[in-house]
């Protein structure tokens, strides 16, 4: 039987802003808890998994791993709480558990922007192919997640290329930016702080110059990322260094740097709300950590909007989009029975990798022993007979090779596997060889 495909997870929709928080993954700690897994085997003996990819974002903290296990639910739910420092009791109720053609069209959904906050949402694309980059820098995909991570995003570029899921623009930027409008009298002329300069922050700052904002600052921890954001959109540029002067200026921050600790305390606006006069500021933390304290809200003349305020000013714009998702339903329905059928023909793959090699040892034996016997035959003549006993060989495996792919897809590929291996006198051969990497 194939390897089986595990996802355990949580998203928007199942835990509040808090818990998503403290169970988000940076790069870094991305690549110390997949370095420290140790996938495929621990000494002689096998692990529980032999493949890991783990893909957190604003929304989303999923965990994707293969195993020969019926059941390894419990063991990510170890690893991720002992990873993270939480308790199971703090993630009961919030978990999803997908396994096999679940979780496969569970991830193509999230690559295709159907399970996103914002639907069809571009950047989901990207944080997919990223998290299979990790995990292969780390060593924890190999053969199964390496094709499944590949389909998956095909899936999503086909969703984006061939539908309008992705049509009239909306992110979680572009819709912060929208509601700010919705709390200044003219957004043209207001003063607005953006904090950080990442993607999101670029997003926010196009979607704000777009709107005719011109006094804007881009302010980061590093003076070079800032200017050079801010080059890219007429803005000013500034430092963390000047945050409390940055606070007391604007009237609207747009805060998403990804740090990973607050940045803007209550004790910070207290100490500029005299400044302000008065003036009222709307912040907009749209960053996972959050770069806002959830208390700054309740400042006299300070309105605090995180993600999960957010997501309720959503609706409206997403009614084009909606319009999409038969078409890239259809899609993904399609892209999951080809993977599906990948998947099944795992029982035959060692196989045929195995009478290829049996043929080849036997080819090189025969013409080896042909050649000791012939040894007046020219470089040419011997190159002659290599390529005629190749090319007898490919043809003589062709009919039985593709009798076993054709047999993968049925429902007997287990049986007509064993019946393969002794038929060709291949019952030593392990069933499952997954150790090399996917091309």
Known sequence: MPPHIFCLGLNHRTADLALREQIAFS?????????????????????????????????????????????????????LTDTKGLSPAQLQGHLYRYRDGEAVAHLFRVAAGLDSLVLGEPQILGQVTR????????????????????????AGKRARTETTISHNPVSVASMAVHLAAQKVPDLATTRVLVLGAGEMAERATEALRKRGVTRLRVMNRTLSRAQALAQRWAAEATTFEHLLDGLAWADIVIASTGAPHTLIHRRHVIEILPARQGRPLVLLDIALPRDVDADVGTLPGVAL?????????????????????????AILAEEHA????????????????????????????ELERTLRKMPHLSEADRARLDALTKALTKKLLHAPTMTLKEAALGSHAAET?????????LETLSSQAESSSPS
């Open 27 to 79: 790069e870094e700690e991305i690549r110390a808890a997949l370095s420290r897994l140790g996938c495929g085997t621990n000494g002689s003996r096998p692990a529980q998994v032999s493949e890991m990819v783990i893909l957190s974002t604003c929304n989303r903290t999923e965990i994707y791993a293969v195993s020969p296990a019926e059941d390894v639910f419990a063991v990510l739910e170890s690893f």
């Open 305 to 329: 909007y995180d993600l999960d305020a957010l997501q309720h000013h959503l609706e409206d714009a997403l009614s084009a989009r909606r319009a999409a998702i038969p078409q890239v339903e």
């Open 417 to 425: 596997a064993s019946v393969a291996r002794r038929l060709f006198g």
């Open 338 to 365: 080809a993977f599906m059928a990948y998947l099944r023909t795992l029982d035959v793959a060692p196989i045929i990798r195995a009478l290829r090699e049996q043929a080849e040892a036997i080819r090189k034996a």
């Open 131 to 154: 998290a299979w980059e990790l995990a292969r820098s780390q060593g924890t995909v190999r053969v199964v997640l390496g094709r499944l991570f590949q389909a998956a995003i095909h």
